[in-house]
T-cell receptor, first 113, second 115 residues
Framework: GNSVTQMEGPVTLSEEAFLTINCTYT??????LFWYVQYPGEGLQLLLK?????DKGSNKGFEATYRKETTSFHLEKGSVQVSDSAVYFC????????????FGTGTRLLVSP | GAGVSQSPSNKVTEKGKDVELRCDPI?????LYWYRQSLGQGLEFLIY????????KSGLPSDRFSAERTGGSVSTLTIQRTQQEDSAVYLC?????????????FGPGTRLTVL
């Protein structure tokens, strides 16, 4: 089956620290990969995505590279801000005619000043 | 423009009662999805609509759960004879079409608490 595993949280960092949130996947077929973010009190938002191997998705200073050989899609940011505090979800979709998202359990990021 | 809206934002009900959760997708979006976010299970897919039909209902946890969509727009998720394990945040999302390249836009969710 299809599944996503991401690191347990919370991840606690100081402002301007480097961030990595690990994500690995198992999929039948060739998935598209996504990172979604949920800010406090808000709905899920797409942060970035990659649809084929070696693609790099990027947005708001966050990056993730689709690594087929290691079945990974780790999220990175060089310098986090307090405003990045949120829950981050890694997800995949295998196109079966529609985008059926399979999510990881989410990782809470807490950034302190 | 307006995003996906859901109502109510919070619902507290007693075990055994029926509840209806509503989703208003973004105007013009033909694809609509329901997900459930619960402490024990994370974020799970429930059902997908393309227009008014539901080609994939595979995520509905039991026959107490049903959903419909009318006019290619508003969708209602109904839970009959609610149980405590139904307590969760129910999320709705819509996308322009069902194609994998179209982003899903999520609503703020309905938090359901079954006492």
């Amino acid at each position: 089956g299809n599944s996503v595993t991401q690191m347990e949280g919370p991840v606690t960092l100081s402002e301007e620290a480097f961030l990595t949130i690990n994500c690995t996947y198992t999929a039948t077929g060739y998935p598209s990969l996504f990172w979604y973010v949920q800010y406090p009190g808000e709905g899920l938002q797409l942060l970035l995505k990659a649809t084929k191997a070696d693609d790099k998705g990027s947005n708001k200073g966050f990056e993730a590279t689709y690594r087929k050989e290691t079945t990974s899609f780790h999220l990175e940011k060089g310098s986090v801000q307090v405003s990045d505090s949120a829950v981050y979800f890694c997800a995949l979709s295998v196109d079966t005619g529609f985008q059926k998202l399979v999510f990881g359990t989410g990782t809470r990021l807490l950034v302190s000043p | 423009g307006a995003g996906v809206s859901q109502s109510p934002s919070n619902k507290v009900t007693e075990k055994g009662k029926d509840v209806e959760l509503r989703c208003d997708p973004i105007s013009g979006h033909t694809a609509l999805y329901w997900y459930r976010q619960s402490l024990g299970q994370g974020l799970e897919f429930l059902i997908y609509f393309q227009g008014n039909s539901a080609p994939d209902k595979s995520g509905l946890p039991s026959d107490r759960f049903s959903a419909e969509r009318t006019g290619g727009s508003v969708s209602t998720l109904t839970i009959q004879r609610t149980q405590q394990e139904d307590s969760a945040v129910y999320l709705c999302a819509s996308s322009l079409t069902s194609g994998s390249h179209h982003e899903q836009f999520f609503g703020p969710g309905t938090r359901l608490t079954v006492l």
